[in-house]
T-cell receptor, first 109, second 113 residues
Framework: DAKTTQPNSMESNEEEPVHLPCNHSTISGTDYIHWYRQLPSQGPEYVIHGLTSNVNNRMASLAIAEDRKSSTLILHRATLRDAAVYYC??????????FGTGTRLQVTL | DADVTQTPRNRITKTGKRIMLECSQTKGHDRMYWYRQDPGLGLRLIYYSFDVKDINKGEISDGYSVSRQAQAKFSLSLESAIPNQTALYFCATASGGRYNEQFFGPGTRLTVL
């Protein structure tokens, strides 16, 4: 299964945009890129997904590189409630998700 | 009510004991998954099921077994628990297609002494 690589941690000020990068250089042509976040003491929560084109939803935007070997999750205005571990995952055969170690996002006032 | 529930939420047991973790969902999804999370690490897939008659091993299935009693219920068993199975266990559900999101339960914290 393809792997993902993310920075261990990032910091942001509240109400500023945050760009969370992810490398997935061994992604296969049919893998979807999914992002989940995990708040303390909770299960992961879906954020967004995409295949080739950039995607927007009410929570975030997903920018996918043209070669699909990397992607960036964009939180347009970070709030304290966005502090969590963000996982970039790949959905391969059987919709199995391959998780990396994630990026811990800290948001400060 | 939560769409994906897990019982128990916390469990402490001793080495060698048999343990069952249960997962139920009300979303009507056909796919169900069991993951394990160790401190500071991402989730790893233990088993997954597409329907009652379709059970598949994941990345780390050794030492675990599962049962899909109905579309809505998927149980994970540790036949003889050992200390390195101490972890957080998450159940998830999804409808068909790799583009579909997975919905996770709240997790079970298992400690094996």
């Amino acid at each position: 299964d393809a792997k993902t690589t993310q920075p261990n941690s990032m910091e942001s000020n509240e109400e500023e945009p945050v760009h969370l990068p992810c490398n997935h250089s061994t992604i296969s042509g049919t893998d979807y890129i999914h992002w989940y976040r995990q708040l303390p003491s909770q299960g992961p929560e879906y954020v967004i997904h995409g295949l080739t084109s950039n995607v927007n939803n009410r929570m975030a935007s997903l920018a996918i590189a043209e070669d699909r070997k990397s992607s960036t999750l964009i939180l347009h205005r970070a709030t304290l409630r966005d502090a969590a571990v963000y996982y970039c995952t790949l959905a391969g055969t059987a919709s199995k998700l391959t998780f990396g170690t994630g990026t811990r996002l800290q948001v400060t006032l | 009510d939560a769409d994906v529930t897990q019982t128990p939420r916390n469990r402490i047991t001793k080495t060698g004991k048999r343990i069952m973790l249960e997962c139920s969902q009300t979303k009507g999804h056909d796919r169900m998954y069991w993951y394990r999370q160790d401190p500071g690490l991402g989730l790893r897939l233990i088993y997954y099921s597409f329907d009652v008659k379709d059970i598949n091993k994941g990345e780390i299935s050794d030492g675990y077994s599962v049962s899909r009693q109905a579309q809505a219920k998927f149980s994970l068993s540790l036949e003889s628990a050992i200390p390195n199975q101490t972890a957080l266990y998450f159940c998830a559900t999804a409808s068909g297609g790799r583009y579909n999101e997975q919905f996770f339960g709240p997790g079970t914290r298992l400690t094996v002494l």
